[in-house]
Nanobody, 125 residues
Framework: QVQLVESGGGLVQAGGSLRLSCAAS????????MGWFRQAPGKEREFVVA????????YYADSVKGRFTFSKDNAKNTIYLQMNTLKPEDTAVYYC??????????????????WGQGTQVTVSS
């Protein structure tokens, strides 16, 4: 089992920045892939960014590329999502996720086994 706890959400004006954190505990060494997703009211959960631990490769959604940056602190078992130049359309609940096995479609939330409780990000215009 892997436990994930997000923090860092809040209310920010358009153009502002936020940094989300996701602290992992439990059998974190068994995770093959971790990522961030988001879900706006009335919409499906949407891929934001993911990393494959074996290769270290990071993949971003086109909508956030150049504005959002994924990072990690191995010593703290924590991943981060630095969000800059935020837009009202970035408003959503943001979730971190971890997959136990091989992930073929890392942009699909169905591929992930563990989820955090989510943190609300609201961007005002």
């Amino acid at each position: 089992q892997v436990q994930l706890v997000e923090s860092g959400g809040g209310l920010v004006q358009a153009g502002g920045s936020l940094r989300l954190s996701c602290a992992a505990s439990g059998r974190t060494f068994s995770s093959s892939t971790m990522g961030w997703f988001r879900q706006a009211p009335g919409k499906e959960r949407e891929f934001v960014v993911a990393i494959r631990w074996t290769s270290g490769s990071t993949y971003y959604a086109d909508s956030v590329k150049g504005r959002f940056t994924f990072s990690k602190d191995n010593a703290k078992n924590t991943i981060y999502l630095q969000m800059n130049t935020l837009k009202p359309e970035d408003t959503a609940v943001y979730y971190c996720a971890a997959a136990a096995g091989v992930v073929a479609q890392l942009r699909s939330p169905l591929q992930y086994d563990y989820w955090g409780q989510g943190t609300q990000v609201t961007v005002s215009s």
